[in-house]
């Protein structure tokens, strides 16, 4: 699709003002919540994004309690009856709890010059092209990072700027044609509960989540993936007068860890090698817990990964007389790559929405998993289409302007293809 000056010219502003807006708001994910959505502050972002969808006159709009924002753009300038059938396009507004998400301000870094840059609030702290090769592909451009101390949150909410720019854009711009469009923005999806409690009432038969990295990326595969916790009951014992009765949780936890392969982490491990990765461990000489993720892009192979760690449970009792060790396990989602094998034309309308954009398509296997893979396990196929963002769920974190442009032309050309 080939857009005016005027239009390129909206996209540019409302989707970066949009951007740095929700990325103000504390919307980090918790992992050891059992609520829905995990942390009450999630809602916030929802509830503006309700209000912004209403405000652009979209239809039905809804935000329920279970942390999801629902609204539906209605056909109202095509008569091309392939545009009729209703698509969806989807992304999340927690950020990662790996990294503090509060309190986080964006700076636009203007024609960037390809060399290092600095953190006002963390001196320490610097980003080139050493720690993202990326960056010189985006020189001239402007840089958005944010100040040292939190994540930039543009896992996702780029993609939720990207979207809400999208809509508004088609609303505002009546030449560019669109069908029915069913937006979704979900909670929780970093800690794998993204679709919980989602109301499929509202759900098309296919959609897009606008959650990859780099400009052209369409992200057909996903690990699949288990969240494992290993609960560690020792006997606790005055120190002074232990010897022979104290049952050390916390030391049987660091036994365990130990075992854990070395050559399959994820800092050792790439393309499609799958990994244990150790998420938290905490406890007291009396009770410790281990919290692991197994990720892999077959899923055999991970069941053996936790078929594994229940061996390494059984072989520390049996290291500590007397411990006791409680492995479960939830499954997490799956690989969605051979539910958009079976329907090749949602994959090839995305193609074809990111070529007309003018990049070139970079498919590939997702080491991580989105909303579209739970989705896909439900019936729903949905691929990843990128949203720009790169160093995900770290202080260096950014995203160039470009990207996020980008990333709205693809949606817009999804909108009027055939």
Avoid at 178 to 189: K, M, Q, Y
Wanted: aromatic share 6%; charged share 25%.
């Amino acid at each position: 699709m080939s857009l005016d000056s005027d239009t390129t010219g909206f996209i540019r502003e409302d989707v970066v003002k949009r951007f740095i807006r929700y990325a103000k708001i504390h919307t980090t994910s918790d992992p050891n919540s059992d609520s829905k959505p995990s942390s009450s502050n999630q809602h916030d972002l929802l509830k503006l994004l309700a209000a912004e969808l209403n405000e652009l006159g979209l239809h039905d709009v809804r935000h329920d309690k279970n942390g999801f924002v629902y609204a539906t753009l209605l056909p109202a300038n095509s008569t091309i009856a392939p545009l009729s059938s209703a698509f969806g396009l989807m992304a999340h507004v927690d950020t990662s709890p790996d990294q503090d998400g509060q309190g986080v301000k964006p700076l636009l870094r203007e024609s960037y010059d390809g060399g290092e840059l600095s953190f006002p609030d963390d001196s320490q702290l610097t980003l080139s092209s050493k720690d993202s090769p990326e960056l010189l592909h985006f020189v001239g451009d402007t840089i958005i990072t944010a100040s040292g101390k939190t994540l930039l949150g543009a896992d996702d909410k780029a993609g939720v700027a990207e979207i809400m720019t999208a809509v508004a854009a088609l609303i505002k711009f009546p030449k560019l044609t669109h069908g029915r469009i069913e937006v979704c923005f979900t909670s929780d999806e970093e800690v794998g509960r993204g679709v919980e409690g989602i109301d499929e009432s509202r759900l098309p038969p296919y959609l897009y989540t606008m959650d990859g990295s780099y400009p052209g990326t369409l992200e057909t595969e996903c690990f699949d993936a288990i969240g494992v916790k290993v609960e560690f009951q020792g006997i606790g014992v005055h120190p002074g007068y232990a010897y022979g009765k104290m049952v050390n949780a916390t030391l049987a936890a660091a036994s365990f860890t130990e075992l854990l392969p070395k050559d399959q982490r994820p800092e050792t491990t790439r393309d499609r090698e799958g990994f244990f990765h150790l998420t938290s461990i905490e406890g007291t000489n009396e009770f410790a817990t281990a919290r692991l993720i197994l990720r892999d892009y077959d899923h055999q192979k991970n069941v053996k990964r936790l078929d594994l760690v229940k061996e390494m449970a059984n072989e520390v009792e049996r290291e500590y007389p007397g411990l006791k060790i409680a492995v479960t396990h939830t499954k997490q989602y799956e690989n969605m790559g051979e539910v958009l094998a079976r329907n090749p034309q949602v994959v090839e309308r995305a193609k074809r929405a990111i070529e007309a954009s003018g990049l070139k398509v970079k498919e590939k296997a997702i080491r991580g998993g989105t909303d579209g893979s739970r989705l896909c396990a439900m019936g729903y196929p949905t691929p990843n289409i990128f949203a720009g963002g790169m160093l995900f769920h770290s202080r260096r974190e950014w995203i160039a302007v470009s990207a996020l442009t980008k990333a709205v032309e693809t949606i817009l050309n999804l909108a009027s293809l055939p």
